[in-house]
């Protein structure tokens, strides 16, 4: 039993996370995003698309590379 813990934790630890404006964390590896959604599979609920407004916070082990559009001209 002891081992199988570990191991559940170490698969959580290596998950991307994102939260959502309700408290909710979904757990999984994003996919890809845009400027309007996120893309992110889970173990449970399968490939889920989120709107980035209902996004709070996105934490991965990985290097996400994120590009932001300017609201005002040059």
């Given at each position: 039993m002891r081992i199988a813990l570990l191991l559940l934790t170490a698969s959580v630890a290596?998950?991307?996370v994102v939260t959502?404006?309700?408290g909710d964390r979904l757990t999984g590896t994003i996919?890809?995003?845009?400027?309007?959604?996120?893309v992110i599979k889970t173990e449970f609920a399968g490939t889920?698309?989120?709107?980035?407004?209902?996004?709070v916070n996105v934490s991965s082990p990985e290097t996400l590379t994120i590009t932001l559009k300017?609201?005002?001209p040059f």
């Amino acid at each position: 039993m002891r081992i199988a813990l570990l191991l559940l934790t170490a698969s959580v630890a290596q998950a991307d996370v994102v939260t959502l404006k309700n408290g909710d964390r979904l757990t999984g590896t994003i996919l890809k995003s845009d400027a309007k959604a996120l893309v992110i599979k889970t173990e449970f609920a399968g490939t889920v698309t989120l709107d980035w407004t209902a996004v709070v916070n996105v934490s991965s082990p990985e290097t996400l590379t994120i590009t932001l559009k300017p609201t005002f001209p040059f």
